[in-house]
């Protein structure tokens, strides 16, 4: 606002009759600035025009809330409203109407972190207690990532991080880090997915990307944290029957949305996995499994979806999970849109021991048992990385 004020005072000739006689001058404007208390201004003389010869001459209308010294220097003294002018014999060149609030205690910026793209701009503000007042100052940790102005516009100059710092009068701060991303800023967003449907506590990873060449930075939030939360890397968690919306935005304002259908609970398959026949039909016909009659094989029967399938034979039963659907249950909290080293180190922290690693027709197998059990292993297949199929065999 004093900005502002010195800009205009550059501008414009006012008077102030109750201070300096009037004289034969524009009709006045009204101007004004906020200053906290023992705060300093100075008045930037040198921009003033006078006649020649004349001294400038400065008048408050009361010293004890806004006093200035014979050189333009105002200082605010308590909360109150005071009238400064400017001028010289009977001529008021400027004045300005001064409201003196508290001195700020703290400052705050609004936004908590800045995402820019190279060569673009962004404004930040702050905010100070109510009733308080301060000329705000601006300062970058590394001009050659990110200027600032003094308004607290930041330009991004080079890819790289740096910390905005904006300071009152007396001493208050605070810092606002900013990123500036090497990229151009994109013009598309996409998601993997539009829908969702998950079972209770059950997650999904969000893979958004931009058009090629551009650079983004992505926050999520959800319409209804109830039914379905999402962190700040896009794993969408499911907690109770409903649907919500997942949205996606860029640094630069562009987002999409996934609609997000949570569905009752699910057991977890692996809870499911018992040496009774019994129990995998009385399971398949819980999910509504469909049996598979295009096999002449009657050595075996097998109970699918197009999520997972059950496999029994005289003395084993299977669990596969199906690799190229969405959503995937759950087995022992892995799933197969993990990668294949994740799924892995999942098994482990779930107590899970590597018992055998092979390679088959270029596919990766590795075989996970607990506590030494061979008869009931975890099997993860993967080409590379990529998981091919998750697998439970029990065996009777």
């Not at 849109?337 to 590795?366: C, E, F, P, Y």
């Amino acid at each position: 606002m004093k900005n502002r004020w010195i800009a205009t005072l550059l501008m414009l000739a006012l008077a102030l009759a109750a201070l300096l006689p009037a004289a034969a001058v524009a009709e006045p404007a009204v101007l004004t600035m906020t200053l906290g208390a023992k705060e300093k201004f100075q008045i930037n003389t040198a921009a003033i025009t006078g006649a020649e010869g004349k001294q400038l001459v400065f008048a408050t209308s009361n010293k004890k809330v806004a006093d200035v010294s014979a050189d333009g220097v105002i200082t605010a003294k308590k909360k109150g409203t005071a009238k400064i002018a400017v001028g010289y014999d009977d001529v008021a060149l400027a004045v300005c109407t001064v409201t003196v609030l508290g001195a700020p205690k703290k400052i705050a910026f609004t936004e908590k972190n800045l995402v820019i793209s190279v060569g673009g701009s962004q404004q930040l503000f702050v905010t100070l207690p109510k009733k308080t007042a301060s000329t705000i100052t601006y300062e970058s940790s590394d001009v050659a990532v990110a200027t600032v102005d003094g308004e607290g516009k930041v330009t991004a100059v080079a890819g790289g991080h740096a910390v905005i710092t904006a300071t009152t009068f007396n001493g208050k701060s605070a810092t606002c880090p900013v990123v500036v991303l090497t990229g151009v800023a994109p013009t598309e967003l996409k998601l993997d997915v539009q829908t969702l449907s998950l079972q209770q506590k059950e997650t999904f990873q969000l893979k958004p990307t931009v058009n090629a060449g551009a650079d983004a930075v992505y926050a999520y939030t959800t319409a209804n944290k109830k039914i379905a939360t999402v962190d700040a890397e896009g794993v969408v968690t499911a907690k109770k029957k409903g649907t919500t919306q997942i949205t996606v935005t860029t640094h630069n304002g562009l987002s999409a949305t996934v609609n997000v259908v949570v569905k009752g609970k699910l057991k977890d398959v692996y809870g499911a996995l018992t040496n009774d026949p019994k129990t995998y039909l009385k399971y398949a016909k819980k999910l509504k499994l469909k049996k598979d009659t295009t096999t002449g094989d009657t050595t075996s029967v097998m109970y699918y979806n197009n999520q997972l399938a059950l496999i029994m034979t005289a003395n084993s039963c299977q669990v596969s999970l199906n690799p190229t659907t969405s959503p995937k249950y759950s087995l022992q909290n892995i799933d197969c849109s993990m990668s294949a080293s994740q799924a892995a180190a999942k098994l482990v922290a779930n107590g899970w021991a590597l018992a055998d690693a092979k390679t088959v027709d270029g596919i990766d197998v590795r075989a996970f048992t607990k506590g030494g059990d061979a008869t009931h292993p975890i099997t993860i297949s993967a080409d590379g990385d990529d998981i091919r199929s998750i697998d439970a065999y029990w065996t009777w």
